[in-house]
């Protein structure tokens, strides 16, 4: 029998500080996380400077954690993965420092993973019988990408917004009807009161781009209805706003990822990000899916967030690839998918 491959993997693009050891690039053996999501609700959003320090005081437990609760020692392992884009640079540099320190201590192979592929990776660990090539929807707080994923470590973009990216549009809408931050969980429980009908939100189509998004317009309709029912003196139904905020997202996701899936005959497809965590755009895919006949697979809420297990599978299928990075990689923030440095 082979040998079992065991990676270690570090993430911290953005306010969290996660680490998790992966066996065979599909079980993971633990997957620590340490949000500062309450430190930065504070302030209303991720505050770069405090995000990269939190890391700094954080990562050295979350690596041990990780290792304690998967058994094993840095001895054990065979690679470290790290997340070195996108994200925040200096927070990014944390994780990437220290995937170089231990790599370098003990001469392990060091492989750099791009955050997003991570995200779309994080649907191999609960779907085992899940390989490319598939259609993913990547929806986040900075991502909105439609990726033809063709083979392990191939990826093909077919389609992105042009402006705010899902996760902004949901967190925007939520400080405007007064939910803190994060918003997107906030809106999805919100719009369950709500009627996702009330309100007629445009569904945006990039002209000459059919796989592109656009979300500006939207959010903008939304601080219009909002001004609109102040002046007139209306009774503002924030529940109403939510649901048919989210319907008009989950109707322009839907559309665009079943036209993608059309388009290049695939009949697998996955979601992935934080938003991906959101209940509507998952029942919403659940059904158009089984109305077409494409197979549809989502990770779990706590693989949707950031965190390192992803990253460990994705880091896990780069290893096997032959990736190998030196003690000169360096945090890319605008790293792009598929782009390997
Ligand atoms: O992937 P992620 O954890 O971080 C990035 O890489 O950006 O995504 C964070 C985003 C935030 O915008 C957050 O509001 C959104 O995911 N989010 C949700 C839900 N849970 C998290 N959006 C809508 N519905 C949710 N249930
Ligand atoms: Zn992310």
Redesign the pocket.
């Known amino acids: 029998m082979d040998k079992d491959v065991l990676i270690l993997a570090i993430e911290s693009?953005?306010d969290?500080t996660a680490a998790s050891v992966v066996k065979n690039g599909r079980c993971v053996l633990s997957n620590i996380i340490s949000s500062q999501i309450k430190l930065h609700t504070l302030y209303g959003g991720v505050v770069p400077e405090i995000a990269s320090r939190k890391h700094i005081e954080n990562i050295n437990q979350v690596i041990d954690d990780a290792l304690n609760e998967a058994k094993v020692t840095l001895d054990d392992i065979d690679a470290i993965a790290v997340t070195y884009g996108p994200?925040l640079v200096g927070a990014l540099l944390v994780g990437v420092a220290q995937a170089k320190a231990i790599a370098f201590a003990k001469n392990k192979p060091l492989v750099g993973v791009h955050?997003?592929e991570g995200?779309i990776s994080a649907n191999y660990i609960e779907h085992l019988e899940l390989e490319p090539p598939f259609i993913s929807l990547v929806?986040?707080?900075?991502?909105t990408h439609l990726v033809h994923v063709k083979e392990y470590g191939k990826y093909e973009i077919l389609g992105k917004t042009r402006d705010d990216?899902?996760?902004?549009a949901?967190?925007k809408v939520?400080r405007s009807i007064g939910l803190g931050?994060?918003?997107?969980?906030k809106?999805?429980?919100l719009a369950k009161e709500g009627n996702p009908k009330a309100i007629d939100f445009p569904r945006a189509v990039v002209e000459g781009a059919p796989l592109d998004f656009s979300f500006s317009g939207l959010k903008s309709a939304v601080l219009n209805h909002i001004n609109m029912c102040q002046m007139k003196n209306l009774p503002i139904n924030e529940a109403d706003i939510a649901a048919s905020f989210?319907q008009s997202v989950v109707d322009v996701l839907v559309s665009r990822s079943m036209a993608a899936c059309k388009e290049y005959g695939v009949s697998k497809f996955a979601i992935a990000?934080?938003?991906a965590?959101?209940?509507a755009?998952r029942e919403a895919f659940v059904n158009e899916c089984n109305k077409q006949g494409i197979d549809f697979y989502y990770p779990s809420?706590i693989y949707?967030?950031?965190n390192a297990a992803m990253i460990g599978v994705a880091g896990y299928y780069e290893y096997m690839g032959g990736t190998r990075h030196g003690y000169d990689l360096n945090a890319v923030p605008s790293l792009k998918i598929g782009e390997r440095l």
């Not at 990216?165 to 902004?168: D, F, K, P, T």
Request: charged share 15%; proline share 8%.
């Open positions: 693009s953005c969290e994200g955050h997003i995200h929806i986040s707080g900075g991502h990216a899902v996760g902004e949901f967190d939520a931050y994060p918003g997107g969980p809106v999805d429980k989210q990000g934080g938003v965590a959101n209940s755009i809420p949707c967030t950031d």
